[in-house]
């Protein structure tokens, strides 16, 4: 890959999507494009850089977007997350609800990928507030930047390897487990699945969707791909969308260390909106 041709496909990405990719991606970005390559039938990155910036190439730009997001994830990944929202997160919300007049505790996967996230968090949810009295029924909603991750959470089949951190117990009250043709996937019964909305959303561009305030946010190993600007935009919008004592998951790998953002740190990677 040529340097200019490198700097074009930078600074297309980082208008579009504000990942901010570093000079050390060169190679990574080269082979993430041999299969754009193939599916344009172009046979060189400069080409593909040309047929970029033609007028009729916008529906590649998605695809293009899709390529270069990194997608490895599986079910309860970074688990003292969930510890978290179990034993904290839920029985805080649990006790204020009556008081603060909640109808539905209110969760966002801000980059849910192929959907073990905002699953993982549906089995947490139906495990912890199933004691709940009255009943408390929950809503999360799931997005992602990447259409092409969005099909396969949408779905909700997974291999082995993706719950290999769930426990036995709850892969069996959760999944289907898949025989003859379908050996070794599980797919995500459809009780929970029924509890995730999906739809796909750039968290740089304007105002989200939602009308109503979470109690909990989830974005995490996302920032990590963002330059300082963008970090601090992304987490004050963020913050404006967490009801008061909401709590907002960050990654293990992430740090809200020197942005302005008036959260507190609570515990590592998790924030909380004062009440």
């Known amino acids: 890959m040529l340097d200019r041709d490198y700097e074009f496909i930078r600074e297309l990405v980082y208008n579009h999507s504000r990942i901010n990719l570093g000079p050390d991606k060169k190679e990574l970005v080269s082979a993430r494009l041999g299969k754009r390559l193939r599916a344009t039938n172009l046979t060189s990155i400069g080409d593909y850089c040309r047929f970029l910036q033609d007028e009729k190439s916008a529906e590649e730009l998605s695809h293009l977007i899709d390529a270069i997001s990194t997608n490895h994830t ?24 009556s008081k603060e007049r ?43 930047i990447s259409h092409r991750v969005l099909q396969r959470a949408r779905v909700g089949v997974y291999k082995e390897e993706a719950i290999r951190h769930v426990p036995p117990a709850l892969q069996r009250t959760c999944f289907q487990k898949g025989f003859g043709p379908q050996e070794g996937n599980y797919r995500i019964k459809s009780a929970l699945q029924e509890t995730v909305t999906f739809r796909q959303l750039n968290l740089l561009e304007g105002a989200p969707p939602f009308r109503d305030p979470f109690h909990v946010i989830f974005c995490r190993n996302v920032m990590i791909y963002f330059d300082r600007p963008t ?12 009801v ?9 790998a992430e740090s809200l260390s020197g942005i302005q953002h008036g959260l507190e740190l609570i515990s590592t990677a998790i924030y909380r909106r004062p009440a």
């Open 74 to 97: 599986f079910f309860f990944r970074e688990s003292a997350h969930f510890d978290f929202l179990t034993q904290r997160a839920v029985p805080e919300m649990i006790e204020r609800r």
């Open 102 to 144: 909640w109808s539905t505790f209110n969760v966002w996967s801000a980059a849910c990928s192929s959907g073990e996230e905002p699953y993982s968090i549906a089995i947490n949810l139906s495990q912890s507030l199933a004691a709940a009295r009255p009943p408390w029924n929950w809503r999360i909603e799931a997005t992602d």
């Open 231 to 242: 970090q601090e935009e992304l987490v004050r919008k963020l913050g404006r969308l967490l």
């Open 244 to 252: 008061p004592g909401g709590y907002l998951f960050v990654g293990h």
